[in-house]
Protein backbone atom coordinates (compact mmCIF):
# COMPACT_ATOMS: atom_id res chain seq x y z
CA UNK A 1 0.00 0.00 0.00
CA UNK A 2 1.33 3.31 -0.87
CA UNK A 3 0.72 6.61 1.34
CA UNK A 4 0.16 9.95 -0.32
CA UNK A 5 2.18 12.42 1.31
CA UNK A 6 1.10 16.45 0.22
CA UNK A 7 4.10 18.67 0.13
CA UNK A 8 3.17 22.58 -0.03
CA UNK A 9 5.64 24.84 -1.25
CA UNK A 10 4.96 28.87 -1.33
CA UNK A 11 1.94 27.73 -3.08
CA UNK A 12 2.47 25.16 -5.56
CA UNK A 13 1.32 21.75 -4.18
CA UNK A 14 2.23 18.59 -5.01
CA UNK A 15 2.23 15.12 -4.10
CA UNK A 16 4.41 12.23 -3.42
CA UNK A 17 3.60 8.52 -3.67
CA UNK A 18 5.99 6.15 -0.80
CA UNK A 19 5.73 2.70 -0.14
CA UNK A 20 5.87 1.98 3.22
CA UNK A 21 8.80 0.01 2.93
CA UNK A 22 10.52 2.61 1.57
CA UNK A 23 10.00 4.72 4.72
CA UNK A 24 11.15 2.13 6.84
CA UNK A 25 14.34 1.35 4.68
CA UNK A 26 16.99 3.68 7.05
CA UNK A 27 20.85 2.34 6.84
CA UNK A 28 21.90 0.81 9.98
CA UNK A 29 25.03 -0.67 11.17
CA UNK A 30 26.68 -2.10 14.06
CA UNK A 31 30.33 -1.05 14.74
CA UNK A 32 32.56 -3.70 15.84
CA UNK A 33 36.06 -3.21 17.25
CA UNK A 34 38.46 -5.46 19.13
CA UNK A 35 42.06 -5.53 20.49
CA UNK A 36 44.33 -7.84 18.39
CA UNK A 37 45.05 -11.09 19.49
CA UNK A 38 48.55 -11.50 20.98
CA UNK A 39 49.62 -14.35 18.35
CA UNK A 40 49.16 -12.20 15.37
CA UNK A 41 52.69 -10.39 16.03
CA UNK A 42 54.10 -13.89 15.34
CA UNK A 43 52.81 -15.44 12.27
CA UNK A 44 55.13 -14.13 9.51
CA UNK A 45 54.88 -14.82 5.53
CA UNK A 46 53.75 -16.98 4.63
CA UNK A 47 51.82 -17.58 7.57
CA UNK A 48 48.51 -14.79 7.19
CA UNK A 49 46.45 -13.59 10.30
CA UNK A 50 43.05 -12.28 10.29
CA UNK A 51 39.37 -12.79 12.28
CA UNK A 52 35.87 -14.03 11.67
CA UNK A 53 32.99 -12.28 12.80
CA UNK A 54 30.21 -14.40 14.17
CA UNK A 55 26.42 -13.11 14.70
CA UNK A 56 23.78 -14.67 16.55
CA UNK A 57 20.09 -13.13 17.26
CA UNK A 58 20.26 -15.25 20.95
CA UNK A 59 23.01 -15.35 23.19
CA UNK A 60 25.27 -18.16 23.25
CA UNK A 61 24.02 -19.09 19.98
CA UNK A 62 25.99 -17.20 17.38
CA UNK A 63 26.23 -19.00 14.14
CA UNK A 64 29.47 -20.59 14.03
CA UNK A 65 28.94 -22.04 10.23
CA UNK A 66 29.34 -18.66 8.82
CA UNK A 67 31.40 -15.94 9.92
CA UNK A 68 29.13 -12.73 8.94
CA UNK A 69 32.80 -11.39 6.67
CA UNK A 70 32.11 -14.21 4.66
CA UNK A 71 35.07 -16.35 3.41
CA UNK A 72 38.39 -13.96 3.73
CA UNK A 73 39.00 -13.27 7.25
CA UNK A 74 38.93 -9.42 8.41
CA UNK A 75 42.76 -7.76 8.54
CA UNK A 76 42.32 -5.19 10.53
CA UNK A 77 40.39 -5.17 14.49
CA UNK A 78 37.45 -3.43 13.06
CA UNK A 79 34.06 -4.89 11.78
CA UNK A 80 31.06 -2.95 10.15
CA UNK A 81 27.70 -5.06 10.05
CA UNK A 82 25.17 -3.67 8.01
CA UNK A 83 23.06 -6.34 7.50
CA UNK A 84 20.38 -5.43 10.61
CA UNK A 85 16.84 -4.88 11.07
CA UNK A 86 15.50 -2.67 13.64
CA UNK A 87 13.89 -4.09 16.43
CA UNK A 88 16.85 -6.85 16.82
CA UNK A 89 19.39 -7.96 19.38
CA UNK A 90 22.25 -9.25 17.40
CA UNK A 91 25.52 -10.59 19.36
CA UNK A 92 28.68 -11.17 18.84
CA UNK A 93 32.37 -12.97 18.71
CA UNK A 94 35.21 -12.84 17.24
CA UNK A 95 37.55 -16.18 16.62
CA UNK A 96 41.19 -15.61 15.67
CA UNK A 97 42.23 -16.99 12.29
CA UNK A 98 45.59 -18.21 11.39
CA UNK A 99 46.80 -19.33 7.97
CA UNK A 100 49.55 -21.12 6.82
CA UNK A 101 49.72 -23.18 3.50
CA UNK A 102 46.23 -25.70 4.13
CA UNK A 103 46.64 -25.45 8.01
CA UNK A 104 44.35 -23.10 9.23
CA UNK A 105 44.11 -22.60 12.85
CA UNK A 106 41.13 -20.73 14.96
CA UNK A 107 41.26 -19.37 18.62
CA UNK A 108 38.43 -20.07 20.81
CA UNK A 109 35.53 -17.45 21.22
CA UNK A 110 36.16 -13.58 21.92
CA UNK A 111 33.61 -12.35 24.57
CA UNK A 112 30.47 -12.03 23.16
CA UNK A 113 29.01 -8.49 22.78
CA UNK A 114 25.66 -7.49 21.82
CA UNK A 115 24.20 -4.44 20.16
CA UNK A 116 20.06 -3.96 20.46
CA UNK A 117 17.78 -1.66 18.24
CA UNK A 118 14.50 -0.25 18.94
CA UNK A 119 11.75 -0.69 16.88
CA UNK A 120 10.96 1.50 14.14
CA UNK A 121 8.29 4.51 15.80
CA UNK A 122 4.57 3.92 15.13
CA UNK A 123 3.21 6.16 13.08
CA UNK A 124 1.25 9.20 13.97
CA UNK A 125 -2.92 8.63 14.82
CA UNK A 126 -3.40 11.22 12.16
CA UNK A 127 -2.15 13.93 9.32
CA UNK A 128 -4.08 17.16 8.37
CA UNK A 129 -3.24 19.29 5.93
CA UNK A 130 -4.00 22.63 5.04
CA UNK A 131 -3.62 25.21 2.54
CA UNK A 132 -2.50 28.55 3.24
Known amino acids: MRRKICIFVLG ?16 HSVALTWTASTSAAACVSPCTFGYNVYRGTTAGAEDMAAPIN ?19 TYYYVIQAVEVTGSLTLT ?24 PH
Not at 12 to 27: D, H, I, N, R, Y
Not at 118 to 123: K, L, M, Q, S
Request: charged letters at 5%; a negative charge.
Open 12 to 27: CSFALLLSPALLAQTP
Open 70 to 88: GATPVTGTTFSDTNVALGT
Open 107 to 130: SADSNEASATFPPAPAPPPSLAAV
